[in-house]
């Protein structure tokens, strides 16, 4: 059965693209996250999504929020986890490609949005249920990815035990990942940020 979507096609039972002149196309998968931190979750989707794909989209959302609770981490910074996680994990970075989206409405709207904003794509992975049934509204195939031991790799999870210092968070993400939040004192900021101190205020204002 072949699918038809925004000029391209695209065949389920071999997620190769096919392109309105017939050229079989890199098969992708987009891999929708806020990423808050990176951790070892994440990679083992992406490992899974590149057994049947040739190349992964990471879709960075809320990309224009940082320095808050749920989105302590800027969006480059994100882009930065993903590029060391991925190595760590020993996955070739050409087959790895990162995209920014803003928070969306959920609206059909904004799967066109996120298709402008990114290379084909022809699988999408993601757990915001309400932004999943748009792209299925919009006719692409979407999988909720496999929960890996999701009690421990959970941003949430890692986020509080960061502003805990308990240091078994760096368990949980890629040893350069773990490096890179030190170096931004991810710690800090965290308890900058859930402390609301004066403190707190007086240093983001002269950041």
């Given at each position: 059965m072949v699918n038809i979507n925004l000029n391209?096609?695209?065949?389920?039972?071999?997620?190769?693209?096919i392109n309105m002149y017939g050229v079989c196309m890199t098969s992708r998968a987009l891999f929708f996250g806020?990423?808050?931190?990176?951790?070892?979750?994440h990679v083992k989707v992406a490992e899974d999504i590149l057994k049947i794909h040739d190349e992964i989209i990471f879709a960075v959302g809320m990309s224009t929020e940082s320095h808050t609770p749920r989105n302590p981490f800027t969006a480059g910074e994100r882009v930065e986890m993903i590029r060391?996680?991925?190595?760590?994990?020993?996955?070739p970075l050409d087959r790895v490609i990162t995209v920014t989206i803003p928070t969306l409405e959920v609206s059909i709207a904004s799967v066109y949005y996120v298709v402008m904003m990114s290379p084909s794509f022809n699988e999408v992975y993601m757990g915001n249920i309400p932004i999943a049934s748009m792209f299925r509204q919009a006719g692409y195939k979407v999988r909720i990815p496999t929960p890996y031991h999701r009690e421990k790799y959970n941003g949430t999870v890692i986020r509080t035990l960061m502003y805990n210092r308990d240091p078994e968070w760096r368990e949980l993400v890629e040893p350069s990942v773990a490096r890179y939040l030190d170096e931004i004192k991810a710690e800090e900021r965290i308890r900058r940020i859930?402390?609301?101190?004066?403190?707190h205020i007086f240093i983001e204002e002269t950041d």
């Open positions: 391209y096609a695209y065949l389920i039972k071999t997620d190769r693209f806020r990423f808050q931190p990176v951790h070892k979750g060391l996680a991925m190595r760590d994990a020993g996955i859930l402390d609301k101190t004066e403190t």
